[in-house]
Each structure stands twice: as C-alpha cells, then as structure tokens.
C-alpha cells in the first residue's frame, strides 16, 4: 500500500488534453467532455501491481442502483413500509412565527379536541430532555431546547408538538395551537449581532460565539512593500440546502428498551450519537436505519431536535411515529448554509504579484449554533488557497442571530475560503490592470509532488494549480473569449460578456479531534457466490452501491450484479463516519478494496489445505473467482466453495495518513444585459482535478451538480430576511432554486494527479463543483461590465444588483454608462 | 366521496375524502410511492404523473378531478421488468442521483417527448423548467431526455420502413 506521508506523494500520471476548443460564444455550447480519457484503470493496474486481467476500475459503469429508483422509486423515510410502524402516528410541529419573544403561554385546549388528535406536547413535557448544545469551541450557554420553552429565537423553532392518527388531521389541528408571544427585539445582521444592544442568550453575554485568531492582532506591516493594496467587504451569503427529500424520521420503542429509528442522514453512526446526546441515553440503546436519502448536501449529518422530539413523543405515548416537514419547514427550520461577511484586503506589486493578504470573517450561526458555527476554521484553513503569498492572516468571529441556525453545505467552508481569494485577486488583477489569468499563473504555487505545508497549516498532498489554470483556459478559448468581449466593448453592446476564472485547491476526507481519517468496511463472500459489502459511508446520490461493487468485483471477480452493498444501519454497522467532506471513495471505497484483497489472502490460506498446496503457490484467478495451484489450473477451488466451508468474510479498517487536496480552475462565461442588469449564464468550463477517477460516470454527475449549486449561489439563490427577522423566502415559489432554464450543458476538462494517501489514488470529487463555480460566475458577472466602471457585484448577482452597480458607476463616472468609456474607476 | 378512475392499466374505485389530493391517493391508498411530495406550491414536479397522457403535478389534482381518467406512474411506465426508453435513457447517461425528483423527472420527459418527439436542448430545458433536481445540475437529465428523443427517432423510423 502507498500510503504514509512520509514517502510522499509522487506524480504518477496526468491526463493530456489533446481536444480542440469548442467554439465560443454567442450561444449555450453542447455538453461536452473535452479530452480523452486513457489509462486511468492501467493506472490503478500500476499503482497497486495487479495481475494483467482487464479491470473495470475507471471505466463508466453505469449504476446498479437506478432500475428501481426509475420504476418503483427510491424507498425514502416516508415510503418505509415495517411491520414495526403499524399504527404509527404523525407528528406536526407548532412553529414560531415570530424572531425573537418570550413564550407567556400556550393554549392547546382547542387543538385537543380536534379530530385525531392523540396528544399535544409543548417544551414542558420535554423539560426531562437535555438541550442541545453548540460545538466544543462555541459558548455553551447558546444552547437550544428540543421546543423552546421560554424564549423563541427564529422564525420556524419548534414550539409543540401535535400527534394525530392520520396526516391531514395535524395539519388541520397544529392550527389550534394557540401560543401568546410577547415580542422582542430581532438580532438580524452583522452590525446588530455585533453591537450587543440586544443579546439573543442573556447567560452568555454576547453575541459571538466564538473567535477565531485574534483580530486585536493584526498585522501592522502585512502590506508594506506593496504597490498597491486593495480592500472590500463583500457578502457570501446565506443559501438553502434545499434537498429534495425535506427531514423525516419513523420512530418506534420495542420491548427491549431500545429505540428504532429510520432518519434519513449522511452517516448513521453520527445521527445515532446526535439523537443520543439529545435524548440523554446510551447510544447502545439506539439503532438508526437509513433508507434511501434524497439528497442531504451537508444538512443532514446528525439529528435535528425534531428528530429528538419524534423520539422522545414514540416513548411517551408507546406507539410509533412517524414525521416528515413539509417544504415550508423546511426552507425555515433544516439548517442553511454560508452566510459570512468577508473583509478581503489583498496587495502586491504592479507586476502582478501578490505580496500579503488579509481574511477577515464574521460569520452568522443562526440563533443556534451548529457546525456551521466553527465553519470559519476551515475557511481559515484553506484562506490562501493555491497561491504562494509571502504574507497572509486570517482570523473570524462567530454571532448568533435570529435566523435559521447554520450547518454544512457542500463544500462547507472552503467554498467561502475560495470565493474571498478569487475576489480578492480580481480585484487586484483589475486595479494593476492585468489580465486576472495572468494574476493567477503569477501567484500559483508550482507544481509539487512532495507535500507542501502552508502557513494556516494545511498540508497539501500534491498538486499542479498552473496546469489546471492553462487545460481550462485551453478547453474555454480563453483568448477568442477575450477578443469577443473586446469587440463587444468596442461597439457599446447591450448585451454584454464576461469571462471569470477561479483557481482553487480544497481539502477533502480530512480526520477529526481523535486524529487521521480512517473507514471500515466488512466483504463477505457466499457459498452461492455472491458477495456482501458493508461500509461505513452513506451514499444519498453519490452511486455508492456501484462504486464499491466495482472495487470489491475487481479483486474477487464476482459480478458487480452477485455483489450487495449495506450501510445505514447501526446495529450492522457499528461504526462509520458516514459521507460528507468528499471522504467516500478516498476512505469508504479504499476499506473495500482493502478488505477485499485481505479476504483473498485469507481465502489463500484455506484454499491451500484444501489443494494440499503451499500458499505461495497459488494464484487467485479473478476471471475464475477460483484459487488455482501454479502451473495446474485444473487444480482449482472457487472462493464460493471456501466459504461453503466457512464463512468467509473479513472487516478492515483504511486508515490514510491524512487529508488529500483537490485542485482546479473553473471558467465561467455571462452574458449580461447592461440594461436590464439580466445574468445569462452560457458557459461553464472546469478542470477538478480529484486524482485518479474510479468510474468517470459517477465523477461527472458529482461535478455537475456542483457547478449548477454553485453557480447558482452566484447569480441566483440567497435566502432573505426582513429587518424583523421574517424569512421572505420560505417556499419554492418565492426561493429562487435554479431550475433546468437558468444552466447551459456545462463542459468538463478531464486531470487526474494522483495521491499517493491511499491506493486509489483518489481525492474527493463531492464539492469541487460549489467551491469553484461559485467564484468564477460572480467574477465573470462583474467582468462583463467591469469596462463601466464596476469593481464589485454582491451575490447573488441578481438584475437589481447588476442594474445598480452600474448606474452607480455611470453616475460616478458622472454621465450614463455607454460602453466606451475607460475601465477604471477607484470606487465603483 | 367515490372515485373510478384508471391507474396504470387498472380500474380503481375508491372512497376518498373530497380533499384528498391524488399524489396522497397513489401513494397511501395504493401504495405507488414512486412519486414524491417536494414542496407545497407546485413548484419542484417531483410529484409529477401523466393524466391522460399529460404531465401533471399530482400534488395539485384533487383524486376526484381524476375521475374517469388514466394515470400513469413510474411504476406503470416500463413493461414488466423492462424500462421505457425514457427510463432506460436516464440510466444510460447517468440522469439520476439520489433519485427523489427521478419519477417525476421522468414522467415530465415522458409527457414531453409525447408532446414534441424531436426537441433542441433548449425546449428540453423548457420542458422541464417544472422540475427541480438538486444533484445533477440538469446536464444529463437534458442528456437523457435528446437521447430518448434520438431513440424514439430510430424506433419511429423503423418501425415506418
């Protein structure tokens, strides 16, 4: 195995993009993949000394798991049928329709004598639950009730609980519920949340939740040298998960004392230790099963209180239960994501390089805080991105406000670090006024394949950022792109092009407090030759049950359609560290291959009494499935058989010796109306260079969905609250989710550096999409109209913000925008 | 209130109540879970079935306005074991990930190409503006939809000589 830091990662193979450009705009370009895909499963063959047998390893498998989800569907939470859940009834949570007041009293007289109505529940009959509190690092006087007692803190909070024999029947009763509130003031933003005038948790003192670095600190000299320093604040603004399938649970007590409990999450292991803490029981006493999950994007790891609350209700009334919100609850009460306020300042010479940048972050945590409280350290983390900057600091502060609390989603941190960075040197690029391309080729660090330390402590594993930039700027015809907007500019256009990059490195499949990343996964093979694979991940989309097939058929050569893959149940699966943070294949898939290959090596050793041969002369015939001695194939024994014997199986445990460090640039071209201040978006371009690809079907569908996530941070989505605290965008009809119009086909450059942290050579693919999409269709939004004296546009970069921008800069400019005038402006 | 209507090949009659919306009757009445509810202000289409040969959300059909008509579901769409070319397409170009938007997703390509069997990309994009897919980003749900629109297409096409 190659693994261990210490050897170092070596490159080993890259992929050369030998395709012509596709033709450039006007007009949205077909989806394509540019360049050829080669050797990749060779690769593996090499890295690993495999025999000579074709594998499948790297080829585009198509998914065993999609009949069923294209015919009967998936079997989400909702859709579980169990003989155990007979009877259930249905919970509906009473929420606060107010930001912040005090409870004075709850009337649920009325909702008590309505049909079907088995019981009503309000945060005094919870007071037996412990409240769940924030992150190690976060004031723990910040902490929430399961439903809030004397003190309602965002719109959407769970106040009480109705539990009715058939669904409509709480839909209608949960309106019965009368609760008095007496209103308080609303903490929403930055400014009010720092002022302190008005606390959300009064034991706490504060508003800020935690700090990172020390701002008091700064340092006085970080731009001395430079030629030119700039500085902006800008908003990366809060966004909705919005996952398909919204929150559920099904929840039921057998005689045993033990809780059963179906939730769809990103790692069952993780949401039986969460619903534990909030239940105050042993988690021994919990087994969480995961049925299908419709999509999760870092919202669903963990439990939620009403998770804890369906839990707590199943015990109370010695029934089962079941509950599933309704989109509205959802877009108010799951956990969003992002919302920081960025203070960048970057300087550097005229000559295009960057000499010192400063990251200053505040984040919101929501009324409660939740992972995306201590987000910032991963921000922080990743602050300098791929760029070689002599000086940097970073440093962050945590407040509560009353809004929806904030967790995880997709790229969770780095997406914020990458879009500050690529900010930042846009800015630059436009005040020295050089091409941002050249900017970045400048400042990239050079490719390297023994571990680079930075100065936030990362340690990226290997990597070639300039060769990302030029395959991307390659497949884009980066050049013909600019002479188009040239020609555009030239003639005053109304309909405008921008072009903006984005080069960035991520961390993926890092480790946690108790040290470096490790998965499990148990192979079990049977007398009927077929194979079991139990892992410790938690596929939601990712295609988990072909992937790890592939990896367990190509060591033991069972067919991927003999080969049954289980996750999500905790009583099965003590232990996993699900899926989230882009870990999956580098550690979930590297456990199965390894725990393949050590059953072969256990099979060997049953194999050779069976032949009456020494191990080492046998050799494993994957074709076969069958051990055979050297020399005499007719002397044979099929793995089946051996484990017809006895069982077969093995459980092993891939530990990788640490984070691995994704790379890319992404290539966003807009076309953007100057007079309207409409965003087309016509092209994506990206190089995700996440090493070496297992089944290139399943990489692409991972990187599409992020582009179209990020992009749509960018120009589309953001979630609004009122002065008061009120969520204004609470429904599909008023969140701007991007739909199927808003996208074109987006094409994707093929580069594949491997890592040496684990035998795949694998890096994580999950969140490329958000983290670099996001930055380079904001910066190609300001592009096109950056001749008019715009600097800077605040995602999303919607037509109200587009059409501002540059009436604001016309008027500076101190005449009407006409396309001719000379590009620069200080202040714009 | 009783309801007759047909349900993928099936006569179904029914005692519902008059508000019963008819992706509830599908999925508790019959146990057809493969459309989902994704929102409540139809706007996702994860709910979406024919009716009459049309898509529709089912989530906005009363049971009773579906009286005396025919819906088709996911479940009713293939033969058998078999997928229908749509079915098969998005396995083919990997049109689905976590699945939850997929039946609808497919219904609503399937009510589309009945509609228009030869559509650009951009009429695939504006058929399907009413169904919303979190994981992948629409590009080979667009893929999925011309590919069953070329295989329909050679099929039409042979079956004609």
Redesign the interface.
Known sequence: MLTGRAAGPKLLYQEVITAEPPPVLPG?Q??TTIGHRVTICATLRRLRGAGSSVSILGTRV??T???R????????T??V?DERLAGACHLFFVRSPIAHARITGIDVSAALEAPGVVAVFTGADVADLPSRKGPAMINQEMAQRPLATDTVRFVGEPVAVVVTAE??QGEDAIELVSVDYDPLPAVVGFEAAMAGEVLLFEAAGTNVAAEFGKRGEQQADLFDGCDVVVTRTIANQRVAP?????RSAAAVWGEDGRLTAWIPNQGAQGTRASLARQLGVDAAQIRIITP????A?GAKFGADPEHAVAAWAARELGRPVRWSE???ENLIAMTHGRAQEQTITIGGKRDGTVLAYRLDILQDAGAYPRIGAILPSLTILMAPGPYAIPRAEAFASTVVTNTTPIGAYRGAGRPEATAALERAIDLFAAEIEVDPAQVRRTNLLPPFTEPHQTAFGALYDSGDYVAALDTALTAAGYDELRREQAARRARGDTLQLGIGLASYVEITGDGDESGPPTENATVEVHPDGTATILTGTSP????HETAWAMLASDELGIPLDKITLKWGDTDLIPQGGGTGGSRSLQQGGAAVQQASQELIEVGRGRAAAELEASPADLIFDVERSAFAVTGDPEASVPLASLAAAERLLVRSVFSAPGATYPFGTHVAVVEVDTETGKVFLRRVVTVDDAGVVLNP??A??QR??????GAAQAFLEEVVYDADGNPLTA???DYP?????E?P??ELADMATPTTYNPLGAKGIGEA?TIGATPAVQNAVIDAVAHLGVRHIDMPTSPQRVWAAVQAAAQEAGGPPDGQRPSRSENA | MQVNLTVNGKPRSDDVEPRLLLVHYLREHLGLRAANVGCDTTSCGACTVLLDGKSVKSCTVLTAQAAGQEVTTAEGLGDGDSLSPVQAAFRQEHGLQCGFCTPGMVMAATGLLAENPHPTETQVREGLEGNFCRCTGYHNIVRAVLAAAAAGSVESAEAGQ
């Open positions: 949205p077909p989806g198509l998914r798991e999609d009949p989800f294209l015919t009967t569907g998936g079997v989400y909702e859709d049928v669904p409509y919005a996952p398909m399938e919204t299908d999950v419709g999509g994007f309704t989109r509205f939601h989309g990712q295609g079907l399943l692409e569908g599409h969905g992020g582009i179209a996530q429904s599909f009809a989710f991007l739909s199927a119009t996208v086909s987006f999409g």
